[in-house]
């Protein structure tokens, strides 16, 4: 194996879930490079891809279906930051996803969609909707392989959450 498809493979094992654009910033590769490697790579048997919402996304051989997926969505902000908060709070409706994570409600709406049709999240049949993870253990697993300061995160987000709650409370 040559020195560059070497280092692809490598970063692939140590970033599950990267995407393509990604492996090229964090190596300094040309696109030809890195397509030209990726597909090797691929053709040997030595990675797997998995396409998620455009985006082709690279991994060991040693994870699932439901893992590369659930890996893809944690590698995207918005379905990271939805995970996580319910990772922390557990089962939660959207509008307060919303409101928490000042996102526009049909921007949660597609995230939860996707997510949720992924497998990574169950919505309720009963009123008022409520989302949570499909799997809250394995999910905690692959946090920690994406984010290996996950705790740090929620902390500080619990922080943030906390002071707000007092503000709010002291203006009232």
Known sequence: MTTTRSRVCH????????????????LD??????QYHLKRLVDDG????????GRAHYFD??????ERRTLAYLRRETA?????????QGPIQPA?????????RSTVAWHVSNLTE???LVKSEEWPTTVRLAHPERTAELLEAVSPSLPD????????????????AADN
């Open 11 to 26: 970063h692939v094992q140590e970033t599950p879930g990267v995407h393509f654009n990604q492996i090229k910033r964090d």
């Open 29 to 34: 590769l040309a696109t030809g490079q890195v």
């Open 46 to 53: 030595e990675l797997d891809v998995e396409r998620v919402g």
């Open 61 to 66: 051989l040693d994870f699932d279906p439901w």
């Open 80 to 88: 990271r930051e939805i995970i996580v908060r319910l990772h922390a």
């Open 96 to 104: 307060t996803l919303t409101e928490d994570l000042d996102l526009a």
């Open 118 to 120: 992924a497998d990574v």
């Open 153 to 168: 995160r929620l902390v500080d987000r619990f922080m943030r959450t906390v002071d707000s709650l007092l503000d709010d």
